[in-house]
């Protein structure tokens, strides 16, 4: 995978930076990212924050062509990463409450409610009933970041946690990697389904393309499984994305039929529906219910997970949905050469 | 002594599937025999699935109550027992549902 273009300041030192041996950041560099929580207005959403996180988490999963693989633990880039997390945290939270009156007993059902079906609409119902067949392919390269590549980042929280939230976790990412069978994890299903629809399978072939309210997906993810600190909100975001699943893929794959996708392409939805009705079973009641259980102090950091998952998501859809419904693409364009 | 792990656990889940796990086999009337493709499995409890004996999570949507929802982010429109167009729902893991 290829270090991905800059975005604006920050990105552009940085990545500039990485091109060399691991070592100090220039001035420049750390007086901007010191500046960020000020220059910030919306962590989710700016590009430049958002590729220079991406870049930061990719050395712990593709890593870059030619770049030092050494990064990865240069204190001088963790500092960088963590003042990006810190305003990204900010922004996320920022819209974000604890439920009142909600009790860790409750936690299972009311993540149920919550994440389950709702009314489709605004992204949902468009791609249900009004997407084209390129609209289609704009989207599996949004989801592309994500879906190439998932499980990875909730298999972080494996060493970070015991008992029966463990278990049940296992339980989940063993389905989610094909049962260690090859060529059937739900990564495999998605490198399928862009074959399928004519685009390239290489994880991270359209990161230039892919703007920073897609990207918050997978980051936020990663920001949550890498922190010991936060092994309850990376199993909220786990739940969060399970539950409701089979239900949102039933649309995808009911919408891409509508348009002509083979029923090889339609595998990766098909195989979620069947698949995300058990997950979502296993990660409300064993996995959050064991955790609320055997880590009660951090019960609510599930509930957080849940809630910023959503958000984040939220987000995704109304970004994605405001570009279709002005006629034009979803996706950045390249800048120019 | 440790408890002796049954070969087949069948595990209710309320207001959901039936989720089976262990040595089980699964089959048809005719015990032909059905591969799953996982390990663990949910089967249809509430009649409503589209793709049974499996759960697709249609349970969820039982009933007029889901007028009531939450707010949804993205906004939304007065879900009035919509159903979902007759399209069929095709998986390599499923046998044709009855």
Known sequence: MRLPAPRGPVSTALFARLLREPGPMPSQLTELVDALPETTVDARSDEDVQISLWTCYGFSYEGFDGIDARWEWEPSLLAVRGALEAVFERDVLAEVRMPEDLTPEGVPSWLMDLCGPSTPAGLLKFMHQNATLEQFKEMAIHRSIEGLREADAHAWAIPRVAGRAK??????????????????????????????????????????????????????????????????????????????????????????????????????????????????????????????????????????????????????????????????????????? | MRDEQPPVEITVYENGPVVVRGAYKLQNRDRKEIDPGRETIALCRCGLSALKPFCDGNHALRGAARSELRADPEGGFPFQGVRAPKLSITSPFATPSH
């Open chain 1, 167 to 337: 278990s049940a976790l296992i339980e989940i990412q063993a389905d989610e990697y094909g049962g260690g069978m090859p060529g059937r994890s739900h990564a495999e299903l998605y490198a399928i389904l862009m074959s399928e629809l004519d685009l390239d399978p290489e994880y991270g072939a359209y990161i230039d393309q892919i703007p920073a309210a897609s990207l918050s997906i997978h980051t936020l993810r990663s920001m949550f499984g890498l922190q010991r600190r936060w092994r309850g909100r990376i199993l909220g975001n786990l739940a969060a994305t399970e539950i409701g699943s089979s239900f949102i893929n039933r649309h995808f794959t009911e919408g891409m039929a509508r348009v002509g996708g083979s029923k090889k392409a339609r595998w990766f939805y098909d195989e979620h529906i069947i698949a995300d009705a058990v997950h979502e079973q296993l990660a409300a009641h064993d996995m959050c219910g064991g955790f609320v259980a055997d880590y009660p102090a951090e019960w609510d950091h599930l509930v957080i997970g849940a809630l910023a998952t959503l958000n984040i998501r939220g987000l995704f859809a109304r970004s994605i949905v405001e570009a279709w419904t002005a006629e034009g693409t979803s996706l950045r364009e390249l800048a120019a050469v």
